[in-house]
C-alpha cells in the first residue's frame, strides 16, 4: 500500500519468522531440560519414534525415556505454548474493547470466577485425582464464563453496555467473589498448598487431557481474533466513530468479550491464574509491529506462546529438582517490564 | 431547488429518558454548508449524534436522501454521510494512512481486501485535507491541528456525501480554526459535499457559512443568513444576554463584539 503499510508490513515479516524460530529453539530446551537427565539425541529419538507411531500406528517403545518425553516433557511444552497463545490473544482483544492499553485478560472478574470454581472443585475431589484432572479446569472455565456473563447482565442499561460500567462491574463482582473463595479457603479441609499451587499458575501434573481441552480454544480463538481484526483496530478509534463508519458496536463488543473470556477462561481452567502474560505480550508485540491487530495477532500469539515455554522452563529449573509455579516467574518479569514501559513510553502513546 | 438531503420533523431525542431535543425541523439541501450554533447542553452534540446514526429517535422523522434514516444499514448509511467526532487524542500509534484508510471500512468490510479504487480514494483524502506529506507520520506524533485534518480525511475516505463535524475548531489555535473551517468552506464549494458543523464559535461560523441554526434547550430558535441570525436580539434570546454586533471590516458579515458587560449597549 503506502510505504508506511509497506514498512510495516517488512517489520512484521521480519519480526515473525524470528518469534517462530525462537519459540522452537525454546522448544527444544523446554523438551531436553528436565529432572531426568537424557541427552538432546535421545530426546529426539524418543519424539521421531513418538512420530512414528502417529504416523504408522506401531507403538512406541514401553519405557522411561519415551513415557518422560511423550507423555510429560512434549504435553507440558504444548500447554505452555497454548496457554500463551491464548493468554496473548485475551490482552489483545480486551486491550481493542476496552480502547485501553492498560486491559488484561482478568479484567471483568474471569480469573476470580475461575479461581472459586477451582477451589469448588477442590473441596470436592483431589486435583491430582484421575477425576480432579477434568473437574478442577471444567470447573474453574464454568466459574469464569459465569462471572463475565453475570459483570455483562449487570452493566447493562436500557439495552447498552458502556466500557466504563463494564469495567467497574468487573471490579467489584470480582472483589465479591474473590472474597467467596478466601472464605471457602478458610473452612476447606484439604491440604491448602495445592489450592494455592493451582491459584499461582502452573503446569505442573498437566498431560495431554489438559492440552486437548485448551486446543480448541487456541485454534478456534485465534482464528476468531483475525476475523476480527478489522472491527478490533475501528474500535481503537473510539465508538462513535466505529459506528459512523458503519460497524455494529454493540454487536462487535460483545463478541470481542465473548472471545476474549473464552480465550481467558481456556487458558485459567489448564494453567491456573498466571499474571502479566496477557498484559504485557500485547504491548510487546505493538512495540515490535504498531497497533494494527492484522499484524498485531499473529506477533502477540507468537510472542505468547514463546515467552510462556521460557517461563515453564524458569519454573522447572530455577529450584530443581522442585519446581515454582509459573505465575511468580511471569509476575517477577513481567512487573519489571511493564513499568519500564510505562516509564518509557511517557505521553509518547502506544 | 437541489433536493433534500436531510428533513427533519418534529425530532425528540432522549438520554435515559429525559428529552434532549424537543421537536427539532431541520430542512438541509444538497450542497447546503450550516453551522449549528447554541449554548451547552442545546442539543447540538444530540442532534449531530442522531444525523449520524449514532442515537435513535424517540420521535418524530428524520430522513437521509428521501429515505428513513433507520431504513439504511449501518454500512449503507456510512457510505453517504461521514462524521468528524469531537476532538479526542487517540492513544495508538497507527499512522496517518491507516487511520484514513479505516475511512474505506463502508466499502471494504470485514473480511474484503481494499482494491484500486479504496487506494484511490484515501490518497485523494488525504490531498484534500492537505496532509498527503504526512501519510507515514504516526498519529500521535501529531499537533492537534494535524490530528483534526486526520480526522476529516478518514471521514472523507467514506466519499460521503454528508460531513457531520462535532465542534471541528474547538481546542485549536486560532490559525489552525481559520485552516479548519477554511477546508470546510472549500470542500463545500468545490466537492459540492453537504457540510453540517456544529460550533461554539459565531463569528466563525458567520464567517464561514450561509446558514445558521440556533438551537436552545432543544428547540430552534433561529434558522437563516449571518445577518437574520447574528443579531442582538436573537443572541439574547439564545444566550440570555445582550451583545453588541457589528459588520466585519473585511467581509461585512456580522460579527459578536465583546464588550465588558453589555454597558457598551
Redesign the interface.
Known sequence: ?????R??GRVFGVVLPLILIAGVGAGLISLFVGAAEQSPAQVVGALLDGGRALVTGHPYPVDTLHSIVLNLRLPRLLLAALVGVCLALSGSVMQALF???MADPYIVGVSSGAGLGAVVAMMLVAPLAPLGLVTVPALAFAGGAAVVLLVYILSQ??GRVHTATLLLTGIAVGSLVAAATSFLLLVMEQDLRGVLFWLLGGLSGRGWTHVAMIAPHAVVGFVACL?AV??M??L???E??A??????VGQAKRWLLALSSLLAAGAVAVGGIIAFVGLVVPHIA?LLV???HRHLVPVAAASGALLMILADVAARVLVAPSELPIGIITSALGCPFFLYLLRRQGG??? | MSPLMLDVRGLHAAYDGADVLQGVDLALRTGEMISLLGPNGSGKSTLLRVLAGLLPARLGKVQLLGRDLRAYAPRERARLVGLVPQYATLPFAFSVYDVVAMGRHPYVGLLGAPGAHDREAVGLALEMADIAHLRERLVTELSGGEFQRVLIARALAQEPRLLLLDEPTAHLDLNHQVDIAALMRRLNGEQGLTVLWVSHDMNLSSEYCDRLMMLKEGRVIADGSPAETVTTPQLREVYGMDFAVAPSPVSGRPQVVLSRGGDSL
Open positions: 500500500m503506502t510505504t508506511t503499510a514498512r510495516d480502547q485501553n492499553p442499561r436500557a476475523v478489522r472491527p483496530n475501528l481503537l478509534l473510539g462513535d466513530t459506528a459512523s463508519l458503519g460497524l455494529d505493538r504498531g497497533p494494527d509518547r502513546g502506544l
